[in-house]
């Protein structure tokens, strides 16, 4: 059975750090962040990308913010779609250390964008169709 993870916390609270020093040998990374900037239909692209790893037998990484139960859903009903077991990774918010973080990015997030997500957050539950959902502290990735 493929496996869909999805990375669900503030920017910069070591999600991408997570999937590189956890996931990057054995899941297919999709993120909105790896598209252009000029990409339009953003969603829409990333569960084709979704599925079509999915449908090529591999399990995938979702590496987004995902603050919200309903920008999750979509990723969730896709991986389910596939039979996919959908785990979620997800760390609690704290936003001074989101915000000096993404300040020191040789790229860092617009601030409009980390307080726009602080501002949606809500915690993952496990009836959104979550098979696992496990809490990390934001302090153990540099």
């Not at 399990?59 to 913010?65: G, H, Q």
């Not at 501002?119 to 502290?137: K, S």
Request: charged share 25%; net charge neutral; with cysteine.
């Amino acid at each position: 059975m493929a496996e869909v993870v999805l990375l669900i916390g503030l920017q910069a609270c070591g999600k991408t750090t997570f999937y590189r020093s956890a996931l990057v040998a054995t899941h297919v990374l999709v993120s909105k962040d790896a598209m252009p900037r000029s990409a339009r239909r953003r969603e829409a692209r990333l569960l084709r990308e979704l599925t079509a790893a999915l449908e090529a037998g591999r399990d995938v990484c979702v590496d987004n913010t995902q603050p919200s139960a309903a920008e999750r859903a979509g990723v969730i009903a896709a991986a389910r779609a596939a039979g996919a077991r959908v785990v979620g990774h997800w760390w609690r918010p704290d936003l001074p250390l989101s915000l000096s973080r993404n300040a020191a990015r040789a790229e860092p997030v617009p601030l409009v964008g980390v307080y726009a997500a602080s501002a949606r957050w809500e915690e993952p539950r496990l009836d959104e169709g979550f098979d696992e959902l496990v809490e990390h502290d934001d302090r153990e990735h540099p």
